[in-house]
């Protein structure tokens, strides 16, 4: 199938961008054809955000979106910044960057629902259920589009009866817009060498449920940030409380995925968070709905790749533009998709095929790059634990306002577990099954499903080093920093194997991040599966 545009991903980004193609057509008077593929089995089924979104690139692209029905619904009213200890939570002056007067608390699902929807009416051709699964090249090695993955392959390898051949897309242009740690992206950094050595990406794990909470205790614009306890000072993270509309409540906990203890555990630490006795209240009574878990860029400016290549382009999160002093990256995401789009719209205009390289200078000349510069440093200053990171923080963001001449670098997260012998073990609580609770009664709550007759998309590059560097040296931690149960190490006679339970995965990518042999390789399983979340 032959098209002008080939759109790899329907999150903000992808979204955007084809969006903005089908306006630039038509203010041109021109014929564009663009099409859209999302591994999830609908626009929004895999989108996880906290989220607080700034409308900034939204009023750009469709400044009638309240009368078109955008789901923005909820008003920012009040913000709160606290640092927890075991038993207090200390009122602090609430950072600049996290005032959110303008914003809205959103379900970024939804709101990526409706964006897909505003794309189906301008024209684009959106395919859900369809997972990329190959870059395909042309002679002269330029990108020419994607295939996307076959269906009814057997676990051995083998077409079942219900094989289905994947279909390859071809566009004069591919925009990959596939999120944090997208499995193309990869392939795509590694044969046009888009990262530098020196400009590694760094992640957190960002773990959330949504609740409904009795009526008296739903407060609708209320949004509480925390840093400190259930983390050690030497680990960066913090949680959000949004209330959204309809007594619903949306909490989570971002940990940085640079933490030192392989005993930690990311879940387990939000479900603790959860029992702090200024945060339990809110629950009591209430019910949860849903759950799920999602990694997020968080090396900001500084681990920004070469964003062209021959024939397409990164966008959004595949390259990863999230603002994390202000803990948003929607409306960043969103703005580098329609540039893209204007950039390969004049390219059309021109007649040209070359790399796209008016991509990246439109996105210099940009708010988004003004944004990310002046706070290139925060993120990367906690490196050194978390009052450090605060001290340099006010520093920057009060007194030199991003204008400092230094720029602090990031060092890969796959590189920073203690091994075991030498780390604190972690005892945690037991669930109580009312505020907090295990891992796999959260992932049925994510709707998660996978076609169990198929090839593992958790692939092990060599099988022998999940125990003889894994085990061995940092006691599996996959156990731990995976958040839906899939990693299990089964103690038989022959001695310790690890067991993947490939058919719970979220689709969080933590464990393509934080192996520290960067053994495991996560791919695309068969297009519809993974999560389905309602309402995230």
Known sequence: ??????????????????????????????????????????????????????????????????????????????????????????????????????????????????????????????????????????????????????????????????????????????????????????????????????????????????????????????????????????????????????????????????????????FDEFQRFKTHPAVRPLFEGGRRIAYGARAINEGGFQSIPTLVFPGGALIGCAAGFVNVPKIKGSHTAMKSGMLAAEAAMDAFERGETGELDDYPKRLEASWVWEELKAVRNIRPAFHHGLWPGMAYSGLSLFLLRGREPWTFRHKPDHKSLTPARKARPIAYPKPDGKISFDKLSSVYLSNTNHEENQPSHLQLRDPGIAIKVNYEIYDAPEQRYCPAGVYEIVKEAAGPRLQINAQNCVHCKTCDIKDPEQNINWVVPEGGGGPNYPNM
């Open 1 to 266: 199938m032959q098209y002008d545009v080939v759109v790899v991903g329907g999150g903000p980004s992808g979204l955007a961008a084809a969006i903005r193609l089908k306006q630039l057509a038509a203010e041109r008077g021109r014929e564009l054809s663009v099409c859209l593929i999302e591994k999830g089995s609908e626009i929004g089924a895999h989108i996880l955000s906290g989220a607080v979104v700034e409308p900034r690139a939204l009023n750009e692209l469709i400044p009638d979106w309240k009368a078109k029905g955008a789901p923005l619904n909820t008003p920012a009213k009040e913000d709160r910044f606290l640092y927890l200890t075991a038993t207090r939570a200390i009122p602090l002056p609430t950072p600049p960057q996290l005032h959110n007067e303008g914003n809205y608390i959103v379900s970024l699902g939804n709101v990526c629902r409706w964006l897909g929807q505003q794309a189906e009416a301008a024209g684009v051709e959106i395919y859900a259920g369809f997972a990329g699964a190959e870059v395909l090249y042309d002679e002269n090695g330029r990108v020419k589009g994607v295939a996307t993955g076959n269906m009814g392959v057997g676990k051995d390898g083998q077409p079942t009866e219900n094989f289905q051949p994947g279909v390859e897309l071809h566009g004069r242009y591919t925009l990959f817009a596939e999120g944090c740690r997208g499995s193309l992206t990869k392939i795509l950094v590694q044969r046009f060498g888009l990262r530098d050595e020196d400009r590694p990406q760094t992640y957190g794990i960002g773990i959330k449920e949504l609740w409904e909470v009795e009526p008296a205790k739903h407060r609708p614009g209320l949004i509480t940030h925390s840093v400190g306890w259930p983390l050690d000072s030497g680990t960066y993270g913090g949680t959000f409380l949004y209330h959204l509309e309809d007594n619903l409540v949306s909490v989570g906990l971002v940990i940085g995925l640079d933490y030192a203890n392989p005993f930690l555990s990311p």
